[in-house]
């Protein structure tokens, strides 16, 4: 079946700190994978994707097959930072599967 | 326009009725998506279109939810005989690539409340 898992409902650091939101899927083919992000009273928008391998805002991804996971990560977390974290697979032909999503939280 | 138009964004309504939520896209988009969001969860899919075509329906939960795009452009998304398990927000999305790929673009969603 394909799936999207992201354990953690709540994340929660401090302004500076080391962020790493989890990703893993469940897909038996060439997976294509996205992070999308809603900000406070924002629409949920595409923060990356992994065949960009691009770095967005400080974040980075990389597709890991051998651990089918996508895992989100930045070096030092912003307040801006704050806001929901949707993980995304893309299965060939037809609509994205979402995570249930990550609440970050940074504080200062 | 300039983003993906969704209306109304907020609709109450009562056991039994019925609603239609309406999705306008960007202009020029080939694909337009439906999704389903419960209160600390996930979009979860519900229909696509390529065009005017229905090309994916699988996501609909069953044959109250019905959803049309005519003339490829404003899509409706109609909930029959509306129950209290109907109650989320309902997202629209479109692309300007079709078959389920590209970049998503969100509308602000229409939040359904049954009573």
């Known amino acids: 079946a394909q799936r999207v898992t992201q354990p953690e409902k709540l994340l929660s650091v401090f302004k500076g700190a080391p962020v790493e939101l989890k990703c893993n899927y469940s897909?038996?083919?060439?997976?294509?994978l996205f992070w999308y992000v809603q900000y406070s009273r924002q629409r949920l928008q595409l923060l990356l994707r992994?065949?960009s391998r691009e770095s967005i805002k400080g974040f980075t991804a990389d597709l890991n097959k051998g651990e089918t996971s996508f895992h989100l990560k930045k070096p030092f977390a912003q307040e801006e930072d704050s806001a929901m974290y949707y993980c995304?697979?893309?299965?060939?032909?037809?609509?994205?599967?979402f995570g249930k999503g990550t609440t970050l939280s940074v504080s200062s | 326009g300039a983003g993906v138009s969704q209306s109304p964004r907020y609709k109450v309504t009562k056991r039994g009725q019925d609603v239609a939520l309406r999705c306008d896209p960007i202009s020029g988009h080939v694909s337009l998506y439906w999704y389903r969001q419960a209160l600390g969860q996930g979009p979860e899919f519900l229909t696509y279109?390529?065009?005017?075509?229905?090309?994916?329906k699988s996501g609909l939960p069953n044959d109250r939810f019905s959803a049309e795009r005519p003339e490829g452009s404003i899509s409706t998304l109609t909930i029959q005989r509306t129950e209290q398990r109907d109650s989320a927000m309902y997202r629209c999305a479109s692309s300007s690539l079709g078959g389920g790929t590209g970049e998503l673009f969100f509308g602000e969603g229409s939040r359904l409340t049954v009573l």
């Open positions: 995304a697979l893309s299965p060939a032909g037809t609509a994205l599967i």
């Open positions: 897909y038996s083919g060439s997976p294509e």
């Open positions: 992994h065949i």
């Open positions: 279109f390529n065009y005017e075509a229905q090309q994916d």
